[in-house]
């Protein structure tokens, strides 16, 4: 079964509002859970390593105030993307390091963002 | 800076065929890990393999089987007797070994294989 946990799959929202999207760990704790944004036939493009009650890291280029980034417990980091525009439109997917090592990644089930 | 390079963007086999995904990587780390991921239609990432640098061993599991050269830094996929099912996009990664900054894995740009029956 799902070790990550995402969630809404898939939301449809109005330009200039608000959505957060959730990733859960299930059974584990994850002290640092990773952001992908994913658009149509493209690679996992990074945008952020969120990590466990502090400041998330950015990658270059993403906007921080675009993607809120929060991690407040063990298990749940929520990335919210706040006055979506059309061209936020992607797919939104989230991952967690599980195992004794940390060093397998297992990701969420993704969630489709579509800004209209 | 690490770098994974999926030369085949599309592969199209009829079933029962076999089918090998190539993977090429950079990496300035004597130590780190690279992953294979699946990716079907419905978008969610599939994790398939994981294999450590110090572990040239090729692995079979089921149809899937795997070719890892160090030498040539490349960690090729292969599946056997394809199915319609194996169609999907797949994604080969690369991960330093565990920093403080967290595993970060960076992705090849995929490659899309087309089962036909």
């Known amino acids: 079964g799902a070790v990550v946990s995402q969630h809404p799959s898939w939301v449809i929202c109005k330009s200039g509002t608000s959505v957060k999207i959730e990733c859960r760990s299930l059974?584990?704790?994850?002290?640092?859970m990773f952001w992908y944004r994913q658009f149509p036939k493209q690679s996992l493009m990074l945008m952020a390593t969120s990590n466990e009650g502090s400041k998330a890291t950015y990658e270059q280029g993403v906007e921080k105030d675009k993607f809120l980034i929060n991690h407040a417990s063990l298990t749940l980091s929520t990335l919210t993307v706040t006055s979506a525009h059309p061209e936020d439109s992607s797919f939104y997917i989230c991952s967690a390091r599980v195992g004794p090592d940390g060093n397998t990644i297992y990701f969420g089930e993704g969630s489709w963002l579509t800004v209209v | 800076a690490q770098k994974v390079t999926q030369a085949q963007t599309e592969i199209s086999v009829v079933e029962k065929e076999d089918v090998t995904l190539d993977c090429v990587y950079e990496?300035?780390?004597?130590?780190?890990?690279l992953f294979w991921y699946k990716q079907p239609p419905s978008g969610e990432l599939v994790f398939l393999i994981r294999r450590n640098s110090f572990d040239e061993q090729n692995e079979i599991s089921g149809r899937y089987s795997w070719n890892f050269q160090k030498s040539t830094s490349s960690f090729n996929f292969t599946i056997t007797a394809s199915q319609v099912v194996d169609s999907a996009v797949y994604f080969c990664a690369l991960s330093e070994v565990l920093k403080a900054a967290g595993n970060k894995l960076t992705f090849g740009g995929g490659t899309r294989v087309l089962v036909k029956p």
């Open positions: 059974d584990f704790q994850a002290t640092t």
């Open positions: 990496t300035r780390d004597t130590t780190y890990y």
